[in-house]
């Protein structure tokens, strides 16, 4: 695993050598909004 700040890019380069699907890309993109937190979706844990 490698740790980025472009994990799309990573993504679509991964899908691009038949490492991940290319479907689940934009999966991807809406784990990344969420972690930026531009859409509502995840919870910082010690916030709770």
């Known amino acids: ?5 472009h994990t799309v890019k990573a993504a679509e380069h ?9 479907a689940e890309i934009p999966a991807i993109v809406q784990d990344k909004k969420e972690d ?3 859409v509502p979706g995840k919870v910082e844990s010690g916030i709770l």
């Open 1 to 5: 695993m490698i740790l980025t700040e």
């Open 14 to 22: 991964a899908a691009s050598n038949g490492l991940i699907f290319t």
């Open 36 to 38: 930026l937190g531009e």
